[in-house]
């Protein structure tokens, strides 16, 4: 798999891009003439480290290494993957994917993020043309998974799922744009929109906050997890879309909108739009509304993702992707002996943190229970077992907070079994953030049949499981902070 990219432009868009790829573990160089970009990409990776690693339930790879090259040719000499976020200008971008193809491997996929030009238009001239095709992604790069891939004639199929294959791999979801089309499918569609909220504006008849509660109090809510076509179909009744067709089809005939009449940009018209945008949100500075839409959007992606749907199928699928190479052993057998087992290794999502900031009280439990879930998988008591009417209650818990722990934040819960005798298990956990001690977990549990809800001895399977836990932890020593009282404070 390739681990290598060139970011060429180090805006809003090319400092997304940047910390999509470095978060998932590639090697990310950077060229941009603006003396400013190191500061403005580094602004852009901390909201990015503070969100992205949060909608993971896996963790993330280890971060690649990030560079700023003053000479594009080296930026990209060996890279797998090139993206082009330069200005809008054709005439600029045939000139900078000139210069890149001069330098960059005959292998290497170069993608630009354009959103107004076909790939054809920027093939022209080109002499390697199939290596250039359009990724088109959605700000904020680092969080919307969507990328709409833009191939032409000259782009072979081969090349293209390879793409694909990139971007699925660094959680993106890669919309293939059948044929070209200027503004490519998403803008076109939001195009419309805008189109639209300009003449309400612009006519008096609502203001921009106006527009924006019209949109993220009604229906943007049911895009966000449905789409336009599956919401009619639900609008459409048991009858379904056949229905919905047959009884709104006929005000498509009706006046209603503005269709392709676009209002002049006039001083006037652009005056009173800034200025009722700057009565909506001029108190917030850009950073600050940048993290309120990042959290936002990590709370909205993570509910959907507790539905297996929308956008939140593709995160459940991105984390079964890095689950599968993370080092969680998948048995008793395989723990190693005298050392803690691995139980948790995850990031803290925004909405774990509280007021003042940092993981909020009920998330230390959360993660802890997490724990104890992967234990019990561990000696064989997994969803089958428990299907077949054995399982584990907690009977009590006691978590102690040693240090404070912030959004985005990698920790990791290592397990040490205290006791695992007949009805018993009592279980002690350590969180830390590297080497950095963040809280322990104490929890006593009693193996119960779920049919009469009553203690009883743990069946063959889970019974082996525990004799393996116990040989491999038999001989640690016991954690000075177990079964320690609440101090008095001083």
């Not at 491997?105 to 790939?119: C, L, N, Q, R």
């Not at 990139?166 to 089309?181: A, C, D, F, Q, T």
């Not at 006037?268 to 940048?290: C, K, N, T, W």
């Not at 199928?313 to 691995?342: F, I, M, Q, S």
Request: proline fraction near 5%; aromatic fraction near 8%; hydrophobic fraction near 45%.
């Amino acid at each position: 798999m390739m681990q290598r990219a060139a970011i060429i432009g180090g805006g809003v868009i090319g400092g997304g891009w940047a910390a999509r790829f470095l978060l998932n573990g590639w090697d990310v160089r950077v060229f941009d003439p603006d003396p400013e970009a190191e500061r403005k990409i580094g602004e852009v990776l901390d909201n990015a480290r503070r969100s992205l690693p949060g909608l993971s339930d896996a963790p993330l790879p280890p971060e690649g290494r990030l560079s700023f090259h003053a000479d594009m040719g080296e930026a990209v000499k060996g890279a797998d993957w090139i993206q082009e976020s330069v200005p809008e200008n054709l005439a600029l971008k045939h000139r900078i994917l000139a210069q890149i193809q001069a330098a960059c491997d005959a292998g290497a996929v170069i993608g630009s993020s354009t959103s107004g030009f076909k790939p054809s238009q920027l093939q022209e001239g080109s002499a390697a043309p199939g290596q250039i095709l359009v990724a088109h992604p959605f700000n904020p790069v680092y969080l919307l998974p969507l990328v709409e891939l833009v191939p032409s004639a000259a782009n072979d199929a081969g090349f293209v799922e390879r793409a694909a294959e990139v971007l699925r791999s660094i959680g993106s979801y890669p919309l293939h744009v059948r044929k070209e089309i200027d503004a490519h499918i998403a803008d076109r569609l939001l195009e419309a929109v805008w189109r639209e909220a300009l003449w309400l504006v612009k006519d008096g008849i609502a203001t921009t906050e106006e527009i924006d509660n019209a949109i993220r109090y009604g229906f943007g809510i049911r895009w966000a997890q449905m789409g336009l076509f599956e919401t009619y179909r639900v609008a459409g009744g048991e009858a379904g879309m056949k229905h919905f067709m047959a009884q709104f089809g006929p005000c498509l005939a009706w006046p209603w909108t503005r269709l392709t009449d676009v209002p002049e940009f006039t001083e006037e018209l652009v005056d009173l739009i800034a200025g009722q945008s700057d009565a909506q949100s001029g108190a917030f500075g850009i950073r600050e509304l940048e993290r309120i839409r990042d959290n936002n959007l990590v709370a909205m992606m993570r509910a959907l993702k507790g539905q297996d749907w929308g956008a939140g199928a593709l995160l459940r699928a991105h984390d079964a992707r890095l689950k599968a190479g993370t080092a969680l052993v998948a048995r008793a057998a395989d723990v190693a002996e005298g050392v803690p087992v691995l139980t948790l290794a995850r990031a803290v999502p925004l909405d774990w943190t509280d007021y003042n900031g940092h993981m909020t009280e009920s998330r230390y439990l959360d993660a802890f229970a997490q724990s104890t879930d992967r234990f019990m998988e561990l000696i064989g008591c997994d969803a089958e077992y428990i299907a077949g009417g054995g399982s584990y209650f907690t009977a009590e818990s006691h978590i102690r907070h040693v240090d404070e722990v912030h959004a985005g934040a990698r920790i990791e819960v290592r397990t040490q079994m205290l006791l695992g005798e007949g009805r018993k298990l009592h279980l002690f956990h350590a969180m830390y953030e590297g080497e950095r001690l963040l809280a322990t977990g104490e929890h006593f549990l009693l193996h119960v049949d779920l049919g009469t809800r009553r203690s009883c001895p743990p069946g063959p399977q889970v019974a082996e499981g525990l004799a393996l836990m116990s040989r491999a932890h038999g001989g640690m020593a016991w954690p000075e902070a177990a079964g320690a009282a609440i101090r008095r404070a001083g």
